[in-house]
Each structure stands twice: as structure tokens, then as C-alpha cells.
């Protein structure tokens, strides 16, 4: 957008600046849904995911913000009645917790705050004890934000699955990474994480509208189990051969055009060079910052 003071940069929490190249990918007509070109663009964007994920689970792309990635990643794993571990480091982190409750999971939240990171002797310690208490069905998953976009605090998932993992615990490792795939180091796989999800608008430099949740083996084998499946969330029904049961419908294909370029993009730049490898608690002048500014 042109404005009289120039080029507008967005700096908001949400979405991000798009490169021209994006905008230009999506400015084409429609195709077929149905054969050719979309179904090979389909694949390509899937096995990229599973790429930047760093994962050899299955992907799944949503037309939805990351609300739904959230609720997809929750209704495919979890039961009625399950429990689960919510680690707070801002307000995202608990924006899921709530949404679980609201689907009829229990939820117990690590308190924390929106100035430090999520330490991880504390889960281990909460873990070890759900494991030793008797009379209630144990944690079935624990979900952490990478990054919380209100506050700017980064937790270390490698440290989190290393704690859960020493406390012998079987739940779910689940992660939000709206606001850190493809601007910092991650690594599914190798640090022990069952169900990933983020968003387009973010790092992938794609308007928002599209969201991504990876799943690993164990992810998959609770799904099987789990009651809270809706037909639009439900893995199953995507891994379906006909090309429109991957997006439950029309696929979004100007948005797919648009991904398809930001992933050309971030592999001619090397993902590595677009990572931020920062680990920490806000500063306690930026955290004030951030508080006026919410003002």
C-alpha cells in the first residue's frame, strides 16, 4: 500500500509484511481443484511443512487462523473428560488452555508470568508429582507457546521435552509456533514435540487465512482414541486420496500460491539465515514497555 507518508510498514501483532513476491504469486486466475498444477502444489506445501517443521509426521493445512490450528491440533488428540498441563509465559499459551476447557478437557494451569520463560525443573517437578498422585487420570498432554507474541518471552522446547521425558511422563507434547516457524530454530522431532501448529501470517509471509498442524507417531496413534473429532478438524478424513478431502472443500488456492512462493523464498535465502536463535525472559524495561503500550 502506497500512503502519502510513503510505503506503510505494519507492525502489529498479527500479520506481517508481505513481499511483493507473494502479492505478485497470488494476483492469477483460478484453476482446476480437481487435477494438474494444484495437486502437485499441494504436495509440495505439505512435504515443505513437514520440512520446516523439521518433523517426519504427517501435515495438515487448514483455511483458518491460528485459532483453528489450535482447535484442530486439540480435537484430534484429546477426549472429554482428558487433563492436560497448560505452561504459562503469556496470554496465548492460556487462549488455548481456555479453548480446551471449553471443549470439556480439564485444565491446570503452571502459573508463570509474562516476564520469564517457562522453567523447566518446574514441569518436571509438576509432572513427577502426577505421575505419584493417585485418583486422577494423569496429564494426556502439555502445551507451551514458542514465542508469546503479547509479551516477547521465548521458551527453550528443546529443555521443556527434556523435562518432560526425565519425569517419565507420558503426555502429549504440544506447541503453538504462530510467532516463531521459520524465524527461529525448530526442531520437532529431535526435541521430542507430538503435535506442532502455526499460522501463514507470521514467517511464512502469507496473508492470514491459512494454518498448519504437524503430528508425530504418538500424536497419531491417541487420535485413534480420541472423541472430540469433528469432520473439518479430523486427520483422518484428510488423509482421504481425493484432493479436496485435504482441505475439507475448495482448496484456498490464491492463498496456496502465496505459500508456495514464501517457501521458494525462504529456501533460495537458506532457513538458517532467517533464524533468531533467541532463548530468554523479557527485559524488565521492554516488559514495561509492552504493558504501556497496551494501555
Not at 1 to 13: D, T, Y
Not at 103 to 128: F, I, K, M, S, T
Amino acid at each position: 500500500m502506497v500512503v502519502k507518508a510513503g510505503r506503510e510498514f505494519l507492525a502489529i501483532p498479527g500479520p506481517t509484511n508481505m513481499p511483493d513476491e507473494v502479492l505478485r504469486a497470488m494476483h492469477r486466475p483460478a484453476v482446476d481443484i480437481y487435477a494438474g498444477s494444484l495437486l502437485a502444489l499441494t504436495d509440495s506445501l505439505l512435504a515443505n511443512l513437514r520440512w520446516l517443521f523439521r518433523t517426519k509426521g504427517r501435515t495438515y493445512i487448514y483455511i483458518a487462523n491460528g485459532h483453528g490450528a489450535w482447535e484442530a491440533a486439540l480435537t484430534n488428540v484429546l477426549s472429554r473428560g482428558d487433563r492436560i498441563l497448560v505452561l504459562e509465559s503469556g496470554r496465548f499459551a492460556l487462549g488455548w488452555g481456555d479453548m480446551a476447557a471449553k471443549l470439556g478437557v480439564e485444565v491446570e494451569v503452571l502459573a508463570g508470568d509474562a516476564r520469564r520463560a517457562v522453567r523447566p525443573g518446574a514441569v518436571e517437578a509438576r509432572l513427577r508429582r502426577d505421575r505419584q498422585s493417585a485418583g486422577k487420570r494423569p496429564f494426556k498432554a502439555v502445551l507451551i507457546v514458542q514465542i508469546d507474541t503479547a509479551s516477547g518471552v521465548v521458551n527453550d522446547l528443546a529443555a521443556i521435552g527434556k523435562a518432560i521425558k526425565a519425569a517419565g511422563h507420558d503426555a502429549l507434547y504440544m506447541v503453538d509456533a504462530v510467532a516463531s516457524l521459520a524465524c527461529m530454530p525448530f526442531e520437532m522431532d529431535a526435541w521430542g514435540i507430538d503435535v506442532a501448529m502455526s499460522g501463514s501470517q507470521k514467517g511464512l509471509m502469507t496473508p492470514p487465512g491459512l494454518s498448519f498442524v504437524a503430528a508425530g507417531k504418538r500424536a497419531r496413534a491417541a487420535h485413534k482414541r480420541a472423541d472430540l473429532r469433528t469432520p473439518y478438524w479430523d486427520w483422518t478424513a484428510r488423509e482421504g486420496k481425493l484432493h479436496y478431502q485435504k482441505y475439507a472443500g475448495t482448496a484456498p488456492e490464491h492463498l496456496m500460491f502465496g505459500l508456495g512462493q514464501a517457501f521458494e523464498m525462504i529456501r533460495a535465502e537458506g532457513v538458517d539465515n532467517r533464524q533468531i536463535p533467541a532463548v530468554g525472559d523479557v527485559e524488565p524495561a521492554l516488559f514495561q514497555q509492552i504493558v504501556d503500550g497496551a494501555d
